[in-house]
T-cell receptor, first 111, second 111 residues
Framework: SQKIEQNSEALNIQEGKTATLTCNYT??????LQWYRQDPGRGPVFLLL?????KEKRKERLKVTFDTTLKQSLFHITASQPADSATYLC??????????FGSGTRLSIRP | NAGVTQTPKFQVLKTGQSMTLQCAQD?????MSWYRQDPGMGLRLIHY???????DQGEVPNGYNVSRSTTEDFPLRLLSAAPSQTSVYFC??????????FGQGTRLTVV
């Protein structure tokens, strides 16, 4: 079955460093991948979308890459801040109507 | 715009009771979905709808019913609550694009 996997359950890094989160997909070739941020007690919020023909996309301190050979997307936060601490979810279509999510990576930025 | 509104925010049920989680969106979105979120398992799709009068099953539909009589509303019914249905439930909507908008979630405990 089609799967989105985020293998790192948690990531702890120091403020100012670059955080890199990984998303892998199996058993299909998504036309795009999305990244969401989720804070405790709240619903996920959309951050970025990258299409399969785009190698890289940036938004302020965020950068996303899409490698169709490795079947992987990387999500980077540069110059990380404690306010970036949250759970980050990767998502994509599993069919024309259904969007599936990975299990998320809980990012903690320590001062 | 209120976006996606879910009620209630918290609910405790006894095993065997039934209830309806309400979801409404004011963005005129065609697509609506229900997800449940459990620790370590990410967001799993329960049911989804591609328009009024059309619903379909997601990954974990057993024990849940949905209907979509209007574009705005997409209630989720628990027929006979079980402890395994203890979870956080998110309603979501989107238009033909990919960005998904989520409600704030309903934390359900079945005792």
């Amino acid at each position: 079955s089609q799967k989105i996997e985020q293998n790192s359950e948690a990531l702890n890094i120091q403020e100012g460093k670059t955080a890199t989160l990984t998303c892998n997909y199996t058993n299909y070739s998504p036309a795009y991948l999305q990244w969401y941020r989720q804070d405790p007690g709240r619903g996920p919020v959309f951050l970025l979308l990258i299409r399969e023909n785009e190698k890289e996309k940036r938004k302020e301190r965020l950068k996303v890459t899409f490698d169709t050979t490795l079947k992987q997307s990387l999500f980077h936060i540069t110059a990380s801040q404690p306010a970036d601490s949250a759970t980050y979810l990767c998502a994509s279509y599993s069919s024309a109507s259904k969007i599936i999510f990975g299990s998320g990576t809980r990012l903690s930025i320590r001062p | 715009n209120a976006g996606v509104t879910q009620t209630p925010k918290f609910q405790v049920l006894k095993t065997g009771q039934s209830m309806t989680l309400q979801c409404a969106q004011d963005m005129n979105h065609e697509y609506m979905s229900w997800y449940r979120q459990d620790p370590g398992m990410g967001l799993r799709l329960i049911h989804y709808s591609v328009g009024a009068g059309i619903t379909d099953q997601g990954e974990v539909p057993n024990g849940y019913n949905v209907s979509r009589s209007t574009t705005e509303d997409f209630p989720l019914r628990l027929l006979s609550a079980a402890p395994s249905q203890t979870s956080v439930y998110f309603c979501a909507s989107r238009d033909g694009g990919a960005e998904v908008f989520f409600g704030q979630g309903t934390r359900l405990t079945v005792v």
